[in-house]
């Protein structure tokens, strides 16, 4: 099994090619459509030819092109169903927290929220049905691909991590790597993001690829 990074500007999005089949994690922005088929095809795919695309989680920079690809493409997308009903209405959670002191929260909220509206004014995000609704512990085998889902929530309620055969994690926004591998900064729940991280460190994860910044070694990880 092989994970490609896929850098979205701001977001990652994952390519992941066994011996005969290809999974995408998460998709970019809406405005990211021709740099992520670009990218794909860097890597001698098809958008088309995708088995099945996985949503770790329901925020615009990870499901910005579903839409696009389910309609266009005729991909299949998997999400889980605490995430789903923000799939369905294309309304952005902005109920969440922003671990910082309160003046950074302030100005960075302010500024957060002018960007997004202009962004969305000019790319809107396209709601979806999801095909399939994923739940904690589920086997992926049965699609082609080694792996399990597991539950992590609290940057969203339905945010999930895949958990590969071979211990690479994919960990959405759980896990960022701006700077330094850290926790999620914008939390839903903190009590349930606390819970998620204390699940994490008793997974056998070997590399870590985060939503936000490069992937790393389990280790280099102090929560």
Do not use: W
């Amino acid at each position: 099994m092989e994970i490609k990074q896929l850098a979205l500007g701001m977001v990652n999005a994952y390519l992941i090619k066994n011996n005969t089949e290809c999974f995408l994690i998460d998709t970019g922005m809406p405005m990211n459509k021709l740099k992520l088929e670009n990218a794909l095809k860097l890597e001698g795919i098809k958008t088309e030819e995708i088995k099945l695309v996985i949503i770790t989680h329901s925020d615009i920079d990870h499901i910005g092109n579903c839409a696009y690809l389910q309609r266009e493409k005729g991909l299949k997308i998997a999400v889980h169903d605490l995430d789903a009903n923000q799939c369905r209405t294309g309304r952005i959670n902005l109920n969440r927290k922003r671990k910082a002191s309160l003046f950074s929260k302030m100005v960075k909220s302010v500024l957060f929220f002018l960007v997004l509206k202009r962004l969305m004014k000019k790319f809107p995000l396209e709601s979806f049905e999801p095909d399939i609704i994923l739940s904690d512990g589920q086997d992926l085998n049965p699609y082609g691909l080694d792996a399990n889902v597991v539950h992590i929530p609290g940057h969203t309620m339905g945010s999930i991590g895949i958990l590969t055969g071979e211990g690479d994690f994919l960990s959405g926004d759980t896990i960022n790597n701006r700077k330094k591998p850290t926790r999620a900064d914008i939390v839903e729940n903190e009590t349930a993001l606390q819970s998620s991280l204390k699940i994490i460190k008793n997974l056998s994860i070997r590399n870590v690829y985060p939503g936000h910044g490069t992937p790393f070694h389990m280790s280099e990880l102090k929560l």
